[in-house]
Antibody, heavy 120, light 112 residues
Framework: EVQLVESGGGLVQPGRSLRLSCAASGFTFDEHAMHWVRQAPGKGLEWVSGISWNSGSVDYADSVRGRFTISRDNAKSSLYLQMDSLRAEDTALYYC?????????????WGQGTLVTVSS | DIVLTQTPLSSPVTLGQPASISCRSSQSLLHSDGNTYLSWLQQRPGQPPRLLIYKISNRFSGVPDRFSGSGAGTDFTLKISRVEAEDVGVYYCMQATQFPLTFGGGTKVEIK
């Protein structure tokens, strides 16, 4: 059974940093691209970032480019999101999602999410 | 960025009746590799999203056959042949033809 467990969320002041982690199990991690997708309270889904199986291809939403960095450790079956210069508008539930393929095609399994609140 | 526009915003449906959701893209979703990376996801209340359909019409593992997808180019449709109580939630289309990936605004399916 595919399991994705996010951690690292919490309350943080504007301008500060936070690092999210996603522990994956139940599938061969290094054979799949991975994603971070967020959902602000009461709002729709926003893709944040994606990374291919070997980290050779990464991309970001314009809203986070230059502030967020996605990475993965295939040896640890883990995905990360380093979030710097956080803003109030980054407040959201952050989901880790597995892709169907080695490259970015479509997220097929999702974690339960970790909540990030940016507020002074 | 590619903009996906979903209609309707809300769809009250009688149990056992069909439902249809439209997703229109601001540009063609046909990729240079010949695939069209348009997917549909369901988000039940309080739950993470769940993949229903990928590449226009391919049903994901475990998805009931009352869900079907169709379309091409810029116009796509998700159909539920007979709505059941468990189908209540918000439905999103999503494109991965061009970075960044984008989602439609969502369509809320509720029971009349």
């Amino acid at each position: 059974e595919v399991q994705l467990v996010e951690s690292g969320g919490g309350l943080v002041q504007p301008g500060r940093s936070l690092r999210l982690s996603c522990a994956a199990s139940g599938f061969t991690f290094d054979e799949h691209a991975m994603h971070w997708v967020r959902q602000a309270p009461g709002k729709g889904l926003e893709w944040v970032s994606g990374i291919s199986w070997n980290s050779g291809s990464v991309d970001y939403a314009d809203s986070v480019r230059g502030r967020f960095t996605i990475s993965r450790d295939n040896a640890k079956s883990s995905l990360y999101l380093q979030m710097d210069s956080l803003r109030a508008e980054d407040t959201a539930l952050y989901y880790c999602a597995k892709d169907k393929a080695t490259v970015i095609i479509v997220p097929d399994y999702w974690g339960q999410g970790t909540l990030v609140t940016v507020s002074s | 960025d590619i903009v996906l526009t979903q209609t309707p915003l809300s769809s009250p449906v009688t149990l056992g009746q069909p439902a249809s959701i439209s997703c229109r893209s601001s540009q063609s979703l046909l990729h240079s590799d010949g695939n069209t990376y348009l997917s549909w996801l369901q988000q039940r209340p309080g739950q993470p999203p769940r993949l229903l359909i990928y590449k226009i019409s391919n049903r994901f593992s475990g998805v009931p056959d009352r869900f079907s997808g169709s379309g091409a180019g810029t116009d796509f449709t998700l159909k539920i042949s007979r709505v059941e109580a468990e189908d209540v939630g918000v439905y999103y289309c999503m494109q991965a033809t061009q970075f960044p990936l984008t989602f439609g605004g969502g369509t809320k399916v509720e029971i009349k």
